[in-house]
């Protein structure tokens, strides 16, 4: 671009972005002030015609101002998303520029318009956070090239006018029946994180920035605003590279690496000047740039291209927010009482931060069941999706949203059908809920009087409050590493106590039971880097091997839990034992650190329990040398049938091919049932097994009369125990194992069982 054209495309822009502005300000009819852009851009950029298309919920494009062409087709003409030119470049979210637009194959010809006299074609989507809201377009008769400052300018006030069809104002002039694209319901399929559904409204994690002001008064004041911003904002990059926290390697440190080779990207800082020397204000240059840049990016595949992008989303939302001295706090007070949160990931502290009774489920574009924040939603019971792609950019706070937990489905700005649908959802699992809690102080006591410890599992302080709401007569695992997990740094020993004494006091006379940290495999410590990458982490060093080759570690969580549970009985339980001299080993480390602490007068517990965890089938074939060596066990059925079936517990493919209610692994479990009995060593189990009521029952008559699960099951559990009689269970469940394992459906035998019995599942 020569100085001279560039001054001449400069001027262009600022003049008209000036005009535009006032026609916003006046109280004007939404048509008329349409008519009034439409006609002052044509005159600005000397073009014969100017015409408006917006995108309906119906994929269509129509016609909603004209300068140029025949004013009798506003409203009418037409064209579908990817027909003729304008239905191409909605479609493609990319400009068009033509000399000879007829020419071009794309070209449709809508007879109503009048415009076969027009050749050349200048057309650039309406876009909003990446959305295409609409096309407007120039053209004139000439066969000309428009220039690139030309392009620049018709896309600078196609932002101006997404903000107009953003603001609802156009909602007015569509016909009745019709909707806008940007109210259109969308449905997005992804994974189920946790269970349960929610109906709520949009809250936005990272709040989109509102820009209310789009034009500039003076654009050098506003080209040092922006590189004020941007200085702020490198400087804020480095600052977070340097705490402690994230000195380390890793995926952390690599995202904040690529924020700041973006925040120093040469074309990325140019084309926000571009924009605030064309007129705009520099948060709405970095609102078009971002925009501009989004809906480019949106029809890439490369998923590494994409995390990028999100790299740059996030980029520019933090200098939107240093633009607007917007802080992320204050959105407590602003928050619906029906939070869905929807969010491209987050830490699981920042969850926290909502308060738990106005939150009804998180939405996360990317995320894994493994996530910390996943781990931490789950524990406050609130429904959870996973790897809804784009619903962030689609979505507006305030919007209407159901997250359905169940299927992983989220359905936003929902029909009235669905939403009636999924209502009706809700109150049947609200008077079920109901049922429940009225079963919560009741025994869990089969009909003929058998009483059955029904435990909860926990990791967190803010499990605590299920204890009581769940009726569980216990904790019966408690996962000491999602401490470590949600931590960014390994947990003090002091922090550690204060966690362990919290649950002891609200656990009150109910047992717990302590499990000693279970890193490893799927459960990744970010600050911790252990031996690198595992071919087979599920396989490798991990839970006890770990903690036994790193003994300060446990050493300092055994002292943490003696202390806090001194005056009572400490119940100690070790994952993944394989062999029992791993036991041993590990005995040896707690009684030294009992010796030590009752040297300096502390406050010991009555007694300590030492448990170890089956779940290496290893385990199996030294049952009765296993059941003398320990004081309980606990079967952890996830693990146990991911090796005994040899199928890894998180891939989603093979989630539904093996049947843990079958006849091999329901015979195994008895047999573990049958040596606990056998040596008088209490047995337990506490993986998902125990939680589902058909299950459950299963495990009834396989021997097991104290499981632990979620607390949510517990009442589900509880309903299905109390309708049963043991003897009748363990006696069908006796003889459908004793049978040949081939003649059996263990699975539909049991819920044939349950129906001809009227027990509920
Ligand atoms: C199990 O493996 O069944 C278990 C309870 O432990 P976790 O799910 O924490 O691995
Ligand atoms: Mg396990």
Known sequence: MSPATGKAAIQGPRVLLKRLRELMAEALEPQDRLDRIVREIAQNMVAEVCSLYVLRADSVLELYATEGLNPGSVHLAQLRLGEGLVGTIAASARALNLSDAQNHPAFAYLPETGEEIYHSFLGVPVLRAGRTLGVLVVQNRTMRQYREEEIEALETIAMVIAEMVASGELSRLTRPGLELDLSRPVTFEGMAFNDGIGLGHVVLHEPRVVVTNLFNEDSDAELERLEDALGSLRLSIDDMLSRREIAFDGEHREVLEAYRMFANDRGWGRRLEEAVRNGLTAEAAVEKVQSDMRARMLHMTDPYLRERMSDFDDLANRLLRLLVGQGPDGLADTLPRDAVVVARSMGAAELLDYPRERLRGLVLEEGAL??????????????????????????????????????????????????????????????????????????????????????????LAVDLPQLDESGAVGIGLFRTELQFMVAATFPRAEAQEKLYREVIRAAGDRPVTFRTIDIGGDKVLPYFKGTGPEENPALGWRAIRLALDRPALLRTQFRALLKASGGRELKLMLPMVTEISEISEARDLLEREVRHLSRFAAHLPTRVKLGAMIEVPNLLWQLDELMEAVDFVSVGSNDLFQFVAATDRGNTRLADRFDPISVPFMRLLRQIARAGDAAGTPVTLCGELAGRPLSALALFGAGYRAISMSPASIGPVKAMLRELHWGQVTERVGQLLDGRATDCELRAELQKFAADNQIPL
């Open 370 to 459: 493994t996530s910390h924040v996943v781990i931490v939603a789950r524990a406050i019971g609130i429904p959870v999706t996973g790897q809804m792609i784009g619903a962030v950019s689609m979505s507006e706070n305030g919007d209407p949203i159901i997250i359905d937990g169940d299927e992983g489905v989220v359905h936003l700005r929902p029909q009235p059908d669905v939403e009636a649908a999924y209502a009706e959802k809700v109150k049947f699992r609200a008077r079920r809920q109901e049922l429940y809690r009225e079963l919560r102080d009741k025994p869990a006591e089969t009909l003929d009087g058998v009483t059955i410890d029904l435990m909860m599992n926990a990791g």
